[in-house]
């Protein structure tokens, strides 16, 4: 069986991807994990760091997210399943990017967030192909999918 790629997207100040990823080691599940930069500070920095400091902080940024976007787009594109993880601390206007990307694209794609943002992802999740609270929901997601096994509970 070829490994399935699982570009993880969205907030970077837990550690749900660590969680995905360990927990689907363990059950041997045969993925890849790609995800965006997620030091935050070389993400903000990472333009101007290499093509020159601005002093205008929009042509600061601008830099900085063209340089993301690079990586972003070949590994959204090149993933079979696309997870989104909004978090209830900032705003992840990147993370709601990613996903309306995902979808336009065609990727299979999972939201991950607190029951708490149904209603202010309602759109994103109606774009989803399922919306999990956990990721260990998640990981129950790729086996499923992926091996065809269900853990009845």
Known sequence: MQDWTVYLSGEIHTDWRGQIEEQSRALGLPVRFTA????HPASDDCGASILGHEDTKFWYDHKGAKL??????????????????????????????DAGYASALGKSLIVLHDPSLTHPLKE???AALAVA??????VQILKYVINGELDRT
Do not use: C, H, M
Not at 36 to 39: A, F, K
């Open 124 to 126: 994103v999740d109606a």
């Open 36 to 39: 965006p930069v997620t030091d």
């Open 68 to 97: 993301n976007a690079i990586r972003t787009r070949s590994l959204l594109a090149a993933a079979d399943i696309v997870v989104v993880r909004f978090g209830d601390k900032y705003k992840q206007w990147n993370a709601a990017f």
């Open 133 to 138: 609270e956990k990721p260990e929901q998640v």
